[in-house]
């Protein structure tokens, strides 16, 4: 492993930096054939295993093959004490992650990336540090955007897990912009100094500045946001994984970050298109809620639907539709949705579900939430196919969803959400909403379809509520 | 200006490999459907956690028989790489299971 190749500038290449390299190689594939295979829900679990198994290997060469510029190996103590410090993350990663509940799962998301974006920005803020770095601009950049991922991913997490309210302020966007032209100035004042090692307290004040713009950042963004940001957020952490990298010209890193921020950045655009929004005003920050916005029908009458009349409707249709939402996930309700759904097959009616992109907190979360209730895959409609088949259909029941359905992004050009392309509800000929209460939607605005003549409510606790309407249509 | 052409020309080989992966990137997870958004986010967000690698450099190369500043936050960077990496990647896998158990089921009805 020794054996010394060839020397280049002082540092000698042995056959054990040649075999780095090429896992290095190896693990890059892993990542590009893993992140193929995660995009088909056949070959999904593969590709997880196979990006998994990328991570190991980079992980497990670097640790016995690395050498550092003068060509000295990671010593045998070091190695120990980083394997105790890897099983132990390790241990409560895996913890963590089994124990939590699937309606969690958009906070947990989060939550890890969080952590991934505080490494990098450690790794940045040491290696700036280190008088032999004279990559500094990528060291800079990569504690930067590091910092943003953390706070701004912490913020994500404490938003959705319910800890953290919505701090709204028509001047925050400007606070934003003038801290992040302040970064950028920063970063270059102290990038044009000759010996720029002694700016430290500059740079302890840049990751301070970072941290508060990620908080900043996140903290207005209370709306159907929050799946845009939380995917900005994710390939930001790779950026700054790849800028890390190039501190150590580390092609794994660089790599692996680089497809995880394109992959991010793609992701975030077609959630963007999904809502009609640019992504500029996602980053400039304040969404729904901030501008009340011009509603149609408010003060209209509401007209409620009993349990009994409701189960009446429901059984003697013949096409249902059911547009879930975040309601239903917070209920724990999708396995009971399921069973109405097959009591209702099993009385002769269609049921189908109409799955809007951005439903819930993150995308895709109805699909996984209904998957995990056993639902089949057929039955889950995406938005622009369901909304071909809602005028032929009898009932559609909106359970725990609001903003996806909401025809003010139709027909109201001054709210938050006009453009944003929606579950057309309002066109079947019966509209059951399962609602706990008046509230408002995720964005903070007035929904016209509650107040629509074909619109009847059904108020209570999702999960309470579908139990007591299956109840009511078995014995019908 | 000199630093910048200096560093485009130190890094030109990292910049080709990070211009041509980002094209790579795009290319490989386009035409998603919508039900693997958040699997495929997740298994993004995990392999992201690929800073660890710095973080095990960092620690490798630090002098581990006194406690400094750097060897306390290296060893965080690792442990908070390492979350990110394996709860990452088991939580992508607890999301995916539940499509296998579907598929599974299939056939018996």
Sequence with gaps: MDKILQTFNGFDFTVGSAILEFSYLLAAIFFVVGLKLLSHPETARRGNFWAAAGMMLAMITTLFLHQDGDGNRIGLMNVMVIVATIAFGGALGLVISKRIKMTAMPELVSFFNATGGAASALVGLLEFGNPKNESLLVTLLGLIIGSIAFSGSMIAYGKLSGKIGNLKAGFMKYVNILILAGLVVMTVYVLIQPFPHEYAILVYILFAAALAYGILFVMPIGGADMPVVISLLNSLTGIAAAMAGFIYHNLAMILGGIFVGAAGSILTLLMCKAMNRSLLSVVLGGFGGGSSGVVGEEGGVIKEITLSDASVLLAYSQKVVMVPGYGLAVAQAQHLTHEMEKVLEGKGVSVKYGIHPVAGRMPGHMNVLLAEADVPYEKLVEMDEINKEIGSTDVVIVIGANDVVNPAAHDTPGSPIYGMPIINAAQAKNVIVMKRGMGKGYAGIENPLFFKDNTRMLFGNAKETLQKLVGEINTL | ?109
């Design chain 2, 1 to 109: 200006m000199d630093e910048i052409i200096t560093f485009f020309y130190s890094f030109r080989e990292p910049i080709f490999i990070m211009v041509l992966s980002i094209f790579l990137g795009i290319e490989v997870i386009s035409n998603v459907p919508s039900v693997l958004h958040t699997p495929l986010m997740s298994g993004a967000n995990a392999i992201s956690g690929v800073i660890i690698i710095g973080g095990i450099i960092l620690v490798g190369h630090t002098d581990i028989s006194v406690i400094s500043v750097k060897l306390v936050l290296g060893i965080l960077a690792i442990l908070l790489g390492t979350l990110n990496v394996v709860g990452g990647f088991a939580v992508t896998g607890r999301m995916l299971d539940m499509f296998k158990k579907k598929r599974e089921k299939q056939p018996q009805n």
